[in-house]
Protein backbone atom coordinates (compact mmCIF):
# COMPACT_ATOMS: atom_id res chain seq x y z
CA UNK A 1 0.00 0.00 0.00
CA UNK A 2 1.16 3.08 -0.80
CA UNK A 3 0.85 6.58 1.16
CA UNK A 4 1.28 9.76 0.56
CA UNK A 5 1.74 12.72 3.65
CA UNK A 6 1.51 16.58 2.43
CA UNK A 7 1.83 19.28 4.80
CA UNK A 8 2.24 22.80 4.69
CA UNK A 9 -0.48 24.37 3.33
CA UNK A 10 -2.57 27.50 5.33
CA UNK A 11 -3.21 30.85 4.21
CA UNK A 12 -1.27 33.57 2.97
CA UNK A 13 -1.30 36.85 1.86
CA UNK A 14 -0.89 38.08 -2.23
CA UNK A 15 1.98 38.48 -2.70
CA UNK A 16 3.36 35.77 0.12
CA UNK A 17 4.79 32.29 -0.10
CA UNK A 18 3.92 28.93 1.14
CA UNK A 19 6.15 26.11 0.81
CA UNK A 20 4.03 22.12 0.42
CA UNK A 21 5.85 19.03 1.23
CA UNK A 22 4.72 15.49 0.08
CA UNK A 23 6.34 12.15 1.09
CA UNK A 24 5.45 8.73 -0.17
CA UNK A 25 5.79 5.62 1.62
CA UNK A 26 4.61 1.99 1.05
CA UNK A 27 5.64 -0.53 -1.59
CA UNK A 28 6.30 1.61 -4.52
CA UNK A 29 8.14 0.15 -7.14
CA UNK A 30 9.58 2.24 -9.82
CA UNK A 31 8.45 5.86 -9.50
CA UNK A 32 7.86 7.88 -12.81
CA UNK A 33 6.91 10.68 -11.55
CA UNK A 34 5.65 13.48 -8.77
CA UNK A 35 3.61 16.24 -8.97
CA UNK A 36 0.92 18.56 -7.29
CA UNK A 37 -2.98 19.39 -8.83
CA UNK A 38 -5.23 21.70 -6.91
CA UNK A 39 -9.05 21.68 -6.64
CA UNK A 40 -10.89 25.27 -6.20
CA UNK A 41 -14.50 25.18 -5.25
CA UNK A 42 -16.40 24.31 -8.04
CA UNK A 43 -14.10 23.69 -10.68
CA UNK A 44 -12.27 20.59 -11.95
CA UNK A 45 -8.94 19.32 -10.46
CA UNK A 46 -5.80 20.73 -12.53
CA UNK A 47 -2.39 19.91 -12.91
CA UNK A 48 -0.23 22.91 -11.23
CA UNK A 49 3.20 21.04 -11.39
CA UNK A 50 5.02 17.84 -12.07
CA UNK A 51 8.73 16.40 -11.87
CA UNK A 52 9.80 13.38 -13.56
CA UNK A 53 12.72 10.82 -11.66
CA UNK A 54 14.90 12.51 -14.47
CA UNK A 55 14.42 15.84 -12.86
CA UNK A 56 12.72 17.31 -15.66
CA UNK A 57 9.94 19.34 -14.56
CA UNK A 58 6.53 21.13 -16.14
CA UNK A 59 4.02 23.95 -14.98
CA UNK A 60 0.53 25.18 -15.36
CA UNK A 61 0.82 28.18 -17.66
CA UNK A 62 -0.71 29.61 -14.57
CA UNK A 63 2.14 29.20 -12.16
CA UNK A 64 4.94 29.24 -14.44
CA UNK A 65 7.72 31.84 -12.94
CA UNK A 66 6.10 31.64 -9.35
CA UNK A 67 5.96 28.03 -8.30
CA UNK A 68 8.71 25.54 -8.13
CA UNK A 69 9.02 21.86 -7.67
CA UNK A 70 11.73 19.44 -6.27
CA UNK A 71 11.87 16.29 -6.58
CA UNK A 72 14.20 14.00 -3.72
CA UNK A 73 14.82 10.79 -5.13
CA UNK A 74 16.10 9.23 -2.40
CA UNK A 75 13.72 9.88 0.15
CA UNK A 76 10.24 9.92 -2.18
CA UNK A 77 9.57 13.45 -1.39
CA UNK A 78 8.79 16.55 -3.43
CA UNK A 79 8.10 19.49 -3.02
CA UNK A 80 6.30 22.66 -3.99
CA UNK A 81 7.54 26.35 -3.62
CA UNK A 82 5.45 28.74 -4.46
CA UNK A 83 5.77 32.54 -4.43
CA UNK A 84 4.10 35.63 -5.21
CA UNK A 85 0.73 33.93 -4.61
CA UNK A 86 -2.10 35.43 -5.68
CA UNK A 87 -6.07 34.80 -4.42
CA UNK A 88 -6.77 32.46 -7.45
CA UNK A 89 -4.36 29.86 -6.36
CA UNK A 90 -6.79 29.46 -3.56
CA UNK A 91 -7.36 25.36 -3.50
CA UNK A 92 -7.27 22.35 -2.21
CA UNK A 93 -3.79 21.16 -3.30
CA UNK A 94 -3.16 17.57 -3.97
CA UNK A 95 -0.07 15.44 -3.96
CA UNK A 96 -0.07 12.91 -7.18
CA UNK A 97 2.33 9.61 -7.36
CA UNK A 98 2.58 8.00 -10.75
CA UNK A 99 4.20 4.98 -10.77
CA UNK A 100 4.18 1.36 -12.19
CA UNK A 101 1.27 -0.27 -10.69
CA UNK A 102 -0.49 3.09 -10.70
CA UNK A 103 -1.26 6.70 -9.61
CA UNK A 104 -1.68 7.33 -6.32
CA UNK A 105 -3.19 10.50 -4.32
CA UNK A 106 -2.80 12.44 -1.31
CA UNK A 107 -5.24 13.49 0.96
CA UNK A 108 -5.38 17.13 0.33
CA UNK A 109 -4.04 20.38 1.60
CA UNK A 110 -5.85 23.52 2.01
CA UNK A 111 -4.16 26.63 0.34
CA UNK A 112 -5.91 30.29 0.54
CA UNK A 113 -4.67 33.11 -0.61
CA UNK A 114 -6.38 36.27 1.15
CA UNK A 115 -5.68 39.45 2.44
Known amino acids: QVQLVESGGGLAQPGGSLRLSCAAS????????MGWYRQALGNQRELVAV???????NYADSVKGRFTISGDNAKNTVILQMNSLKPEDTAVYYC?????????WGQGTQVTVSS
Open 96 to 104: NLGAWGGSY
Open 26 to 33: GSILSIYN
Open 51 to 57: VTRGGSA
